[in-house]
């Protein structure tokens, strides 16, 4: 089936750093996207969605961002710190029928005092 | 204020045995889901429900069945737990509609020796 992949593995900043990680869908028909924090030991967290009417979205430090011509997501933290440090997952969805979420394999974000 | 919770934190289990491992969640959502987590290969979908006593496959069912009773409880079996089960489960849950991102619980290291 059809995947959400990630361009990098593992990201490494300094404390204060803006942090961006990528995230390629492959399913055009996707309308609905979501990143997650997993910390050490824990279980995946909600950070920020968007659906496909949209192109951005803020949070609190948290920007997503889509471009559906290209199937490409990006997660922007400001002023990264160090309990940024966690693995980010980036997740698509077709929102009909019973579709489940298709998660990337993830990105290590390392923030360095 | 924890939403979903899985029984055990850590499980050990012997070759052969069956294996059960529970998860509840208080947020009345329709979904829930099994999934798995390795290192590199990220979360797959064992099994999912989307009402009392309905499931439906996921990407890996093999070796795994579940059962669901009642709306809040969800269980995952594993009939006769081998080696290659050694993984961590992550158990969630998510409203009826699409477009609502999961509730995970924190997981289940499951270790068969």
């Known amino acids: 089936g059809e995947s959400v992949g990630l361009h990098l593995p593992t990201l490494s900043v300094q404390e204060g750093d803006n942090s961006i990680i990528n995230c390629a869908y492959s399913n055009s028909a996707s309308d609905y996207f979501i990143w997650y924090k997993q910390e050490s030991g824990k279980g995946p967290q909600f950070i920020i969605d968007i659906r496909s009417n949209m192109d951005k979205r803020q949070g609190q430090r948290v920007t997503v961002l889509l471009n559906k011509t290209v199937k490409h997501l990006s997660l922007q933290i400001a002023a990264t710190q160090p309990g940024d440090s966690a693995v980010y997952f980036c997740?698509?969805?077709?929102?009909?029928?019973?579709?489940?979420?298709?998660f990337g394999k993830g990105t290590m974000l390392l923030v360095s005092p | 204020d924890v939403k979903v919770t899985q029984s055990s934190r850590y499980l050990v289990k012997r070759t052969g045995e069956k294996v059960f491992l529970e998860c509840v969640q208080d947020m009345d959502h329709e979904n829930m889901f099994w999934y798995r987590q390795d290192p590199g290969l990220g979360l797959r979908l064992i099994y999912f429900?989307?009402?009392?006593?309905?499931?439906e496959k996921g990407d890996i069912p093999e070796g795994y069945s579940v059962s669901r009773e009642k709306k809040e409880r969800f269980s995952l079996i594993l009939e006769s737990a081998s080696t290659n089960q050694t993984s961590m489960y992550l158990c969630a849950s998510s409203r009826r509609t699409g477009g609502y991102g999961y509730t995970f619980g924190s997981g289940t290291r499951l270790t068969v020796v």
């Open positions: 429900s989307y009402d009392v006593k309905m499931k």
């Open positions: 997740a698509d969805l077709m929102n009909s029928g019973y579709s489940t979420l298709t």
